[in-house]
């Protein structure tokens, strides 16, 4: 079983819908929740970060956590073109020192 | 502020030689880590360094690869007598405190011929 789970997609949503994006991970001692949108050859740039059982909202994102599933997952809502991009679910567990262990990331993308 | 720094963002090496990567951390920051991202792979962990320490080496190939973060300058990702398997972006990341949120750079792209 893999420490980050994540669907490579791609997911395709129209303009305007609400794209999600799903994670589950293994080691229920993790503490820190993270997701990164990586544009193709660019590097990960944080969109969210969640400590907490509950939901976060930051504009047009909202980062969901249920630790008793083991489930993080990224709501985007009013989906734009350019959105378009891999996102990547990280964790960082208390075991595991400050390392964060990624997805292999969902391909999204927004159809005009 | 300036974010994360490295580079250089290219680096051409041919099997044999040696690579040296370099990454500046974030103004305040004092926590730095490397990842490395293989061709259509998802991002690995290599090692997490503070000033003049190296606090977790646990991702790090056991041969060839070395990081360092001096008191003074930027980390350092060595990687000797390179091999096409080392082809990949280096990408670094830096964080104000432990567990705290993580920056990355722009990324070395190594190339090795």
């Known amino acids: 079983q893999k420490e980050v789970e994540q669907n490579s997609g791609p997911l395709s949503v129209p303009e305007g819908a609400i794209a999600s994006l799903n994670c589950t991970y293994s080691?229920?001692?993790?503490?820190?929740f993270f997701w990164y949108r990586q544009y193709s050859g660019k590097s990960p740039e944080l969109i969210m970060s969640i400590y907490s059982n509950g939901d976060k909202e930051d504009g047009r994102f909202t980062a969901q956590l249920n630790k008793a599933s083991q489930y993080v997952s990224l709501l985007i809502r009013d989906s734009q073109p350019s959105d378009s991009a891999t996102y990547l679910c990280a964790v960082s567990s208390a075991g595991g020192g400050n390392k964060l262990t990624f997805g292999t990331g969902t391909q999204l993308k927004v159809e005009l | 502020n300036a974010g994360v720094m490295q580079n250089p963002r290219h680096l051409v090496r041919r099997r044999g030689q040696e690579a040296r990567l370099r990454c500046s951390p974030m103004?305040?920051?004092?926590?730095v880590y490397w990842y490395r991202q293989l061709p259509e792979e998802g991002l690995k962990f290599m090692v997490y360094?503070?000033?003049?320490?190296?606090?977790?080496e646990s991702g790090m190939p056991k041969e060839r690869f070395s990081a360092e973060f001096p008191k003074e300058g930027p980390s350092i990702l060595r990687i000797q007598q390179v091999v096409r398997g080392d082809s990949a972006a280096y990408f670094c990341a830096s964080s104000p405190l432990p567990r705290a949120e993580q920056f990355f750079g722009p990324g070395t792209r190594l190339t090795v011929l």
């Open positions: 080691d229920r001692g993790s503490q820190s």
């Open positions: 103004k305040g920051h004092s926590h």
């Open positions: 360094l503070q000033k003049e320490n190296i606090i977790d």
